[in-house]
Each structure stands twice: as C-alpha cells, then as structure tokens.
C-alpha cells in the first residue's frame, strides 16, 4: 500500500513557475512508476507526465512538453513536477499516482493539489 500527498500548488501568474511534490509512504517507493495528471473544473483527469521507477524514462502530454519535468528522488520517497512557462489553461487540479511496473493502471492517488495561473 502507498500513500501519496501532494504538495507545491497555489497561485501563480502566466509565465511563473512552480514546483510540485509528492510525498509517498512505504518502503516501496521505488518500486513503482509514478504518474502526474491534472482535472481542470467541467473536464475529465487527465495525463500530464509519467516517469519510471528508476527515473531512467519519462514521456509528456504535448501539452506540457518543453514546459514541465518530472523527476523523482527514491532515497526521498518523492516525485517532483517542475511547471515553467505556466499558462491560463494549466489551471487544475494536479492529482500524483503510482502504478506497479507490471500494470497499465494507476493504483494509488494522492488527494490533489491546485494550480492556478491568472492572466
């Protein structure tokens, strides 16, 4: 079992950067590929970012391509979303996960943190 907290939201103007974290519970940590995704108010969660369990591989939504980095620290039981260049429709709720390598779904969710990007 994981518990994941996010952390790192607020208020931020278009062109600002933030950076999200997301705490997880567990020795297990590493274990597990790790995924951002977001929900923006009237519209479905959606993916963001995904990284692996090592960190060696990551991939984008190509929304967010070139703007945002996931990363990850093992030894901190941690995943990070570094969000630059933000914009207006980035404004979300950003929800972490965590997914068992062997699996195509998300097991795990952290209860969310927001993102919004005035103009």
């Known amino acids: 079992q994981v518990q994941l907290v996010e952390s790192g939201g607020g208020l931020v103007q278009a062109g600002g950067s933030l950076r999200l974290s997301c705490a997880a519970s567990?020795?297990?940590?590493?274990?597990?590929?790790m995924g951002w995704f977001r929900q923006a108010p009237g519209k479905e969660r959606g993916f963001v970012a995904r990284?692996?369990?090592?960190?060696?591989?990551?991939d984008y939504a190509d929304s967010v391509k070139g703007r945002f980095t996931i990363s990850r620290d093992n030894a901190k039981n941690t995943v990070y979303l570094q969000m630059n260049s933000l914009k207006p429709e980035d404004t979300s709720v950003y929800y972490c996960?965590?997914?068992?390598?062997?699996?195509?779904?998300?097991?795990?969710w952290g209860q969310g943190t927001q993102v919004t990007v005035s103009s």
């Open positions: 567990g020795r297990t940590f590493s274990t597990y590929a």
């Open positions: 990284i692996s369990w090592s960190g060696g591989y990551t």
């Open positions: 996960a965590a997914r068992y390598p062997s699996s195509t779904t998300y097991s795990y």
